[in-house]
């Protein structure tokens, strides 16, 4: 497989490694990004891989909540400009209050059905605004999301909605300790509360990867493992939320502070726009001078 510039740039874009770096990694690994990624962790020239795809597309994230029940939704527009707009705001407000009330079960089945009950078809409400507004608008995910009466709901976003995020603590009804761990977690992006989740072919990719890593590093094969282990529970500090610094204090781990408001972490939901969207490429200059053709 032929190696593009566009690809080594998006290699050097997850992992910072030089321009020479990626190509080979490229080269060697025939186009694969994901092997790539994991050849120049390996021999120690990136860090940690981070896998997700470029974040580019516009819109935003909100969170409504009704009593135990809440809402987290994405919705995608074209432009950031249109993002801002009243009109666009104003839709994103109208679908999370549908959603929280019709309680769909599946994006299919929510654009199906009538805006709060006795409206129009939501995909129809959303197609009306798309005319009004002048963009390509979409309803991407949402997630409903209960509790009990003893939980406490943690609503954040940062930016005005660039990144949402909706948790959910047990043991204290205080809405400020909620707030602030879902804070934390729009800021440092964990993918798992605890160690016990980390699916087991997570860990064990890491640890292949640090152990030939370390080998490459020409260390004794004799104290390779005791050297992986070590890094291994690094690892499990940047992806488990409760292992982490707190962003608020670094000298505790968020375990530590949550333990001692005398609460728990049941859950949460990230949601950063465009996660996992590929950003149309732009040529102003190209555009321009279309525009000046016709």
Partial sequence: MAVTAQMVKELREKTGAGMLDCKKALTETNGDMDKAIDFLREKGIAKAANKADRIAAEGTTSVLT????????EVNAETDFVAKNDAF??????????LLSEQPATLEEALTQSLNGNGPALEEHINAAI???????SLRRFQLVDKEDSDVFGVYLHMGGRIGVLSVL??????????????????????YITRDEVPAEVSNHEREVLTQQALNEGKPANIVEKM?????????EEICLLDQAFVKDPDQKVGKYVQSKGASVKSFIRYEVGEGMEKRQENFAEEVMNQIKK
């Fill in 66 to 73: 009704n009593g135990n029940k809440a809402v987290i939704l």
């Fill in 89 to 98: 705001k104003q839709l994103v407000s109208e679908l999370g209050e549908h």
């Fill in 131 to 137: 005319a009004k507004i002048g963009e390509k608008i």
């Fill in 170 to 191: 047990a043991g204290t009804n205080d809405a400020d300790v909620a707030k602030d761990v879902s804070m934390h977690i729009a800021a440092v992006n964990p993918r």
């Fill in 228 to 236: 992986v282990e070590g890094r291994l529970g690094k690892f499990f």
